[in-house]
């Protein structure tokens, strides 16, 4: 466990000082609660990746606030857990934040299983949670003490659908690695598709672990789709987009996610070009630029990943919750229980905002029964260039029936 | 109809031949000293993410990149022999106990890397070429040509080292049974020893080629110790030839279900497959060997 | 019992374990020390089952995790699916495990150490490549939620929970313990030591191992149905590498073939992550290390310690090779 609690700076405002000081001594009899938040996220594990990134994310927002003093000269106190890809530890970890820290909320949650056990715990311990990256669809489906800041699979897969109905395209074909990933986005898909009248021609899954996987390509060969959508994991995603290309199909290919990792685009070098990504960062945002330029200055250069906007922003909501008049209250008031729900009531109230992730004009809508990003309007399109070099807006002019 | 079964049968080659090469290795070490080697995968890991090390970050040429890659490769198996495999074995331990200290090893290898490299998939750099070669209506390229090239190379050279040279005899005799092996005059300590450099720098060489082709993330490992596993016991423990042969079965598999079959289920419905074999012939396809030693 | 084999021991430990656990609720202050003590116990089970399986009778299965989720899907599925109420789906669940035991063991009991150990795998890997990929069926990733356990009308609470998953936990550790100290102990033991002996001795060798799988499988379920009564929900990673690997490390830190060995492990396993949590990203090393090193110098793990222990305090006069002997393999 890190605690990443930084003593308090001398350099604080006067009147912050004064606050605090007003706020110790009307809070004399009961003590305020530390303004505690736990992060538990896969840091070690298979999605370990999205998980540091989310952190780092977060980072940016808590570390330069409690050097300017915290909320009310009180800092933010970030405990984080480790709980690499074991649902089962992410529940305990969860636990022991609610109970044994007496943390005010939880943030973290990227890979799907980690997010399912950590909502069940949330909502029985009554424990406001930011969900990150997760993009299990039905998540916040009965949604309680849980939001989430990652867009569903099923939003990245409607976004295509949108796109591809809009494009007057009929005919797409699929293919998939055999890792949850691959699976619940083609099942995404193929939900997504159905009711815009696309017909799914082909759906083809192949092992992480197969060098080649021309026999998946061959069957799509074979069923001669408009569009190839694909959801792999980097390097075997370079591996499928090779071998389309070398085979000679010249569909364009959607690869939602993936697409925009590094790793992928430089493995596919000259034929990832082209590849069509929905993106729930856009970079052509000056704020979400100056996040990445941030962010690549602190941790080194990093790829278009939604997982920092999402700590940035799970994060910048988390101080605003926080600092609000009535969550100051009911932490002063000393009550844990009742200062969680005014987190939860507080989310809810503030919900409506903008972030770094998703388009200008499309905000988070994490009022009362949704809990999550905007289901429509919040992807953008870019597309590989360059051989693999740079993303760049997309040209979905590409994408049209035969 | 001909050109898809054709592109099946170069696919299943091509996966096969990865399986194949772990499931030779894992049996050398399995033949010499009746351990299941959990840490098999990780040698490949090793392989593919020290070629990163070598070739993209400190931009080694690629014959001196391959020689570290090896060395790297046989020291993990010497820490393996020394510090599991040995004092294992000196206190007694059964062969399962051992295999669960390969599991640690592993265990501790990918704490190692984990540190070293941190969790992201990363580009190896392949050594030969992407660029498509046609045989006709076939195409393939350098770096998949290579690992088949490299699966048959090492088959050979495996039976040339077990069959051709005295060091073989002592090996096999060693595999048979290690107290007589050791009555006769065999130092059977180092015959193992021996037996896990030889199957790592197989592994290792493994990791360097699929690197380019599969990426290379400290995880990889597991996915690939299961698939030699699966591929020693399809085709038989007991012989590196089996196990490769069980190896090269499983890539025909995957690549013909998911041609004319589900492609969804070809891992479930392979491992179905591969429990009915054993049903029929407990030591695998071709474990007569073994199972006449019993 | 013959003259070499160690005096016969008593009950005296297994109560003070159950009281103890019995106890613990009152000991323990937070809700989270609650939720670690009901996951020993689950890991103490599940654990059980495959010492009676590995440890004592020889046979290794590493698709323990395989029965461990099916318990717990089973359990949830009956209840989602079918509307059953949790007692029926309880003892419906431990049905299909035991009859999916006999269908894999039947065939699979015919071999031998590293090919069992293999095809066991093989069976895990079909059950949870299965379970990620039904997603009609068993909800894939996203899995299956159940509502907490009731009692006329009312939620059980935690502390009722507890008791629920330790009177599970009792029962298992009762017949294990029945077990191993009665004449079946010594035939699976047998068995272990050498089959064609065995046999000789007039031990039906097929037949107790078939038996001992099918136990050890329900066993095995019965400790999914109490993870699923913890945590509310199923879903693929109860058979994943993890769950496999705890389960190893739990026999191995506890002591293979020894009466609490799963125990005592259990209580390792389950703890060592809340505190390895200080080593930040050595963590994995240390973990690693620290079953290497159980290997290494206590090979017959916690229990080599605190039984003799045991039995010095209730047998004065004992041989000095006694509970080694048991404790080892």
Redesign the interface.
């Given at each position: 466990m890190t605690r990443t609690t930084q003593t308090k700076t001398l350099l604080a405002g006067t009147a912050s000082t004064l606050a605090a000081l007003l706020i110790g001594a009307t809070a004399a009899y009961a003590e305020p609660l530390p303004l505690k938040i736990c992060h538990i996220d896969d840091?070690?594990?298979?999605a370990?990746?999205t998980g540091?990134e989310g952190l780092n994310g977060l980072k940016m927002v808590l570390d330069p606030l409690n050097k300017a003093g915290g909320i009310n000269g009180r800092q933010i106190e970030l405990v984080t857990y480790d709980t690499k890809t074991d649902p089962q530890l992410a529940a305990t970890f969860s636990t022991r934040c609610a109970e044994d820290d007496k943390a005010l909320l939880m943030i973290g949650a990227s890979p799907g299983a980690v997010a399912a056990s950590m909502v069940t715990v949330a909502n029985q311990l009554k424990m406001p949670l930011y969900v990150l990256a997760s993009a299990t669809p039905n998540l916040t489906d009965n949604p309680a003490y849980q939001f989430r800041f990652g867009p569903k699979v099923t939003q990245d897969s409607l976004a295509v659908a949108d796109a591809l109905a809009e494009a007057g395209i009929k005919k797409v074909a699929i293919i998939n690695n055999?890792v949850p990933f691959g699976?619940t986005g083609a099942e995404s898909a193929v939900n997504a598709l159905k009711p815009k009248g696309i017909e799914v021609l082909t759906?083809?899954?192949?092992?992480?672990?197969?060098?080649?996987?021309?026999?998946?390509i061959?069957?799509v060969m074979?069923a001669d789709p408009e569009v190839i959508l694909v959801y792999p994991?980097?390097?075997?995603g370079?591996?499928v987009v090779?071998t389309i290309r070398?085979?000679g199909l010249t569909q364009p290919v959607i690869m939602p996610r993936v697409g925009a990792?590094?790793?992928f685009r430089?493995?596919a070098?000259e034929t990832g070009n082209g590849v069509l990504i929905p993106s729930s960062v856009d970079m052509s945002r000056p704020e979400v630029k100056k996040l990445f330029d941030d962010y690549a200055a602190l941790h080194g250069p990093l790829a278009v990943s939604p997982s920092p906007a999402q700590g940035h922003d799970a994060g910048t909501l988390a101080v605003q919750v926080l600092s609000d008049p009535e969550v100051q209250k009911a932490i002063d008031g000393g009550d844990l229980q009742v200062a969680r729900d005014a987190i939860v009531a507080a989310t809810k109230r503030l919900g409506r905002f903008q972030g770094l992730q998703g388009r200008a004009d499309s905000p988070y809508d994490l009022t009362d029964d949704h809990h999550g990003p905007a289901d429509a309007g919040f992807f953008v399109f870019i597309e590989v260039a360059g051989n693999g070099s740079e993303l760049v807006p997309a040209d979905l002019s590409k994408l049209t029936a035969k | 109809m001909m050109?898809?079964l054709s592109?099946?049968l170069?696919?299943g080659l091509?996966?096969g031949s990865?399986?194949g090469l772990i499931g030779l290795s894992l049996s050398i070490i399995?033949g010499s000293s009746r351990v299941?080697n959990f840490a098999q995968g990780e040698f490949v890991m090793l392989g593919a993410m020290t070629a990163v090390m070598f070739l993209a970050t400190l931009a080694l040429p690629w014959p001196v990149a391959l020689v570290l890659v090896a060395v790297v490769a046989i020291v993990a198996a010497l820490g393996l022999d020394h510090?599991?495999y040995r004092?294992?074995v000196r206190?007694k331990?059964?062969?399962?106990?051992i295999?669960?200290?390969t599991?640690?090893?592993?265990?501790?290898i990918?704490?190692?890397a984990?540190?070293v490299w941190?969790?992201?998939?990363?580009?190896v750099p392949p050594i030969l070429s992407?660029a498509?070669i046609r045989f006709g209506f076939l195409?393939?390229?350098a770096q998949?040509l290579a690992?088949i090239a490299m699966f048959f190379g090492f088959l050979v050279a495996t039976w040339f080292l077990l069959y051709r040279t005295r060091f073989g005899l002592s090996i096999r005799a060693t595999g048979v049974n290690p107290r007589v092996a050791l009555l006769m005059g065999i130092r059977s300590e180092r015959i193992v020893q021996f037996s896990f450099m030889y199957s790592a720098f197989v592994s290792g060489m493994a990791g360097l080629m699929?690197g380019?082709?599969?990426?290379?993330?400290i995880?990889?490992g597991?996915?690939?110790t299961?698939?030699g596993?699966?591929a020693?016991?399809l085709g038989g423990?007991g012989s590196p030839f089996a196990a490769a042969a069980g190896g090269l079965a499983i890539g025909l598999m995957?690549?013909?279900m998911?041609?004319y079959g589900t492609?969804?289920?070809?891992?479930?419905a392979i491992?179905?497959l591969?429990?009915l074999v054993?049903?029929v012939r407990?030591?695998?396809l071709l474990g007569d060997y073994e199972a006449e030693r019993? | 019992m013959t003259a070499n084999s160690p005096p016969r021991p008593t009950l005296a430990p297994v109560i003070f374990i159950l009281v103890l656990g019995a106890l613990l609720p009152f000991l323990l202050q937070s809700g989270f020390h609650m939720r670690l003590a009901m996951l020993i116990w689950i890991y103490a089970i599940l654990s059980m089952g495959f010492n009676l399986l590995?440890g004592y009778t020889g046979q290794?299965s590493l698709g323990q995790p395989a029965f461990y989720a099916i318990g717990a899907y089973g359990f949830a599925m009956l209840q989602v699916k079918l509307g059953w109420g949790p007692v029926p789906s309880f003892i419906g669940t431990l049905v299909v495990c035991a009859v999916v035991a006999v269908l894999i063991g039947l065939?699979?009991l015919?071999?031998?150490?590293?090919?069992l150990?293999?095809?066991t795998?093989?069976?895990m890997?079909?059950q949870h490549?299965?379970a990620n990929?039904w997603i009609g069926f068993t909800g894939g990733q996203s899995g299956i939620a159940i509502v907490p356990l009731q009692w006329g009308g009312e939620t059980i609470g935690r502390t009722g929970l507890y008791f629920v998953v330790l009177g599970m936990a009792a029962a298992v550790l009762l017949l294990h313990d029945f077990l191993v100290r009665s004449h079946v102990g010594r035939a699976m033991q047998a068995i272990r030591d050498d089959e064609t002996a065995a046999a000789a001795l007039g031990v039906h060798v097929v037949k107790y191992k078939l038996r001992i799988l099918v136990l050890s499988a329900v066993i095995a379920g019965v400790a999914g149905v109490c993870f699923t009564l913890t945590s509310l929900r199923v879903d693929p990673s109860l058979s994943e590498?993890h769950v496999l690997?705890s389960m190893?490390t739990i026999v191995?830190v506890g002591g293979?073939g020894t009466r609490f060995g799963p125990i005592l492990g259990s209580v390792v396993v389950v703890l060592l992550p809340q505190v390895l949590t200080g080593f930040g990203?050595?963590?994995?090393?240390?973990?690693?290390?620290f079953?290497?090193v159980f290997?290494?110098f206590l090979?017959h793990g916690l229990s080599s310690l605190i039984e003799r222990r045991d039995f010095l305090a209730a047998f004065k006069a004992r041989k000095p090779a006694g509970t080694g002997k048991e404790a080892a393999?």
């Open positions: 840091r070690s594990g298979s370990a990746d540091i055999s699976i759906q083809q899954t192949y092992d992480v672990a197969a060098t080649d996987v021309a026999p998946q061959i069957n074979q994991y980097p390097a075997d370079a591996r090779r070398q085979m990792m590094k790793a430089d493995l070098a | 050109m898809k592109y099946l170069l696919a091509t996966n990865v399986y399995y299941i510090g599991v004092p294992l206190r331990a059964e062969p399962l106990t295999m669960i200290g599991l640690a090893a592993a265990i501790i990918y704490g190692i984990l540190l941190g969790p992201e998939q990363k580009f992407l498509p195409m393939t390229n998949q690992i699929i380019p082709l599969l990426g290379g993330q995880g990889m597991l996915l690939l299961v698939k596993f699966m020693a016991i423990l995957e690549a013909f998911a041609g492609s969804l289920y070809a891992e479930p491992f179905v591969i429990l054993l049903i407990p030591y695998g019993r | 590995y290794i065939p699979l015919r071999l031998r150490t590293h090919y150990a293999m095809a795998l093989a069976f890997l079909i490549g299965i990929r590498f690997v190893l191995v293979l990203e050595l963590e994995t090393i240390v973990y690693g290390a079953i290497l290997l290494l090979p393999e």
